[in-house]
């Protein structure tokens, strides 16, 4: 039966229904924990969903099992462990004692994760303890414990969940929880009650964007239909146009490349020249030489996370009516306004001068923040707190 529900999950895997994928592989883990690829679907799935909290703790949980070696899984950790140390090394020493690894890999992993040991040790020297869980900083064995949305899914009786989530759908402050729910309960009444909320213009902007997101991953294909700003959207769910996702929409990568080679030509990795020659051109890629020397300018992660969160949710919360990308320099400058002003307010530093003054770029971050009005509410915030802890 497992193999059964196993395939399933591949072939929901590969419609990109990644919330249909992700019950099916935990449904199989149930009924046979040693089934590897199981472990490997559901955290790829979890993963594309971009549910980092709910994959840590599918890894950590993976790592309990005397299950074959798997690389995949070990890109994975990497990737959802890099600001948690102390899980890391517990994660790779596990691996280092899989069937499977050879005699290079067991080295590396035991070298990685005294590496990672040492690294631990010393944010607990600087910062306690007790900091580092608040930052959620854990061990493997606490993410391991953690409950996610699945272990409640599988452990009540059906009618049980439903009805929980038709409470939590008419509360204003739990209807994207239903809505993350229901993308991963491939059933009619999900369906249904997805659809209702694209519909639903008394809830959120963003969270009916999300709502529609939901139906594709839960395997629903065909036309749905969105409500937004009194009027009605049809939504091809087979190919959706403007681009259905869950991370930075691609029409957005020219921008964020502009916003990078900016701040490359400010830090003296490319040439004024080079910039100019660029910087207003509406190419979806940049010369693979000038891509490799943006690799080189230091943008550090906290700033480009910011941006990306800021156009997420404009995207989201106006979604389908989202501006075509024209202008990425005008756009660039606009993402570069909103990185400066964080840096500013929360960072204190702002090392890269002055950005160019532009008034189409103005209209973008205006657009783009009218989406996140307490923006600059945090960041002041942020300040005063800073201003009073240095007296």
């Not at 600087?126 to 599988?154: N, T």
């Not at 939590?168 to 991963?184: G, H, I, T, Y």
Request: glycine fraction near 4%; charged fraction near 25%.
């Amino acid at each position: 039966m497992s193999q059964d529900v196993n395939g399933l999950g591949r072939h929901y895997l590969q419609a990109e229904s990644y919330g249909a994928s992700a019950f099916c592989f935990y449904r199989a883990i149930l009924e046979d924990p040693n089934n590897g690829n199981a472990w490997n679907g559901l955290v790829l799935s979890l993963s594309l969903m971009r549910r980092e909290n709910d994959a840590q703790t599918i890894l950590a949980r993976f790592a309990r099992h005397p299950l074959p070696y798997d690389k995949d899984m070990v890109t994975f950790a990497l990737m959802m462990y890099q600001q948690s140390p102390l899980a890391m090394s517990e994660w790779v020493r596990a691996m280092s004692i899989r069937f499977g690894v050879n005699a290079q890999e067991r080295e590396a992993f035991t070298q990685m994760a005294e590496d990672l040991e040492l690294n631990y040790t010393d944010l607990v020297s600087r910062h306690g303890e007790e900091v580092l869980k608040e930052q959620g900083m854990f061990s493997l064995e606490e993410f391991a414990d953690r409950k996610i949305e699945l272990d409640w899914l599988m452990s009540e009786p059906i009618d049980t969940v439903y009805g929980v989530i038709q409470t939590w759908l008419e509360d204003p402050e739990s209807v994207l929880s239903a809505v993350r729910m229901l993308c991963m309960m491939p059933d009619v009444r999900s369906e249904k009650l997805l659809r209702r909320v694209c519909r639903n213009e008394e809830v959120d902007g963003k969270t009916r964007t999300h709502a529609l997101l939901a139906l594709r991953w839960l395997g629903v294909r065909g036309n749905a239909r969105i409500h937004k700003m009194e009027e009605s959207f049809v939504i091809n769910l087979d190919n959706p146009v403007p681009e259905l996702t869950v991370s930075v929409p691609t029409a957005y990568k020219p921008v964020l490349d502009r916003m990078k080679l900016w701040i490359a030509k400010q830090q003296g990795v490319v040439t004024e020249e080079e910039y100019e020659q660029h910087a207003s051109t509406d190419e979806v890629d940049l010369p693979a030489e000038l891509a490799d020397k943006l690799e080189q300018a230091d943008v550090p992660s906290v700033l480009q996370e910011v941006v990306h969160a800021l156009i997420r949710s404009a995207y989201d919360q106006y979604y389908p009516l989202v501006p075509g990308i024209r202008g990425t320099r005008q756009w660039s400058i606009a993402l570069l306004m909103l990185m400066k002003d964080y840096a500013v307010g929360v960072m204190n530093a702002w090392p890269y001068g002055e950005i160019e003054k532009d008034e189409t770029a103005v209209l973008h971050r205006n657009w783009i923040i009218s989406a996140s009005r307490d923006f600059y509410d945090n960041i002041e915030i942020a300040r005063k707190l800073r201003e009073s802890q240095l007296g």
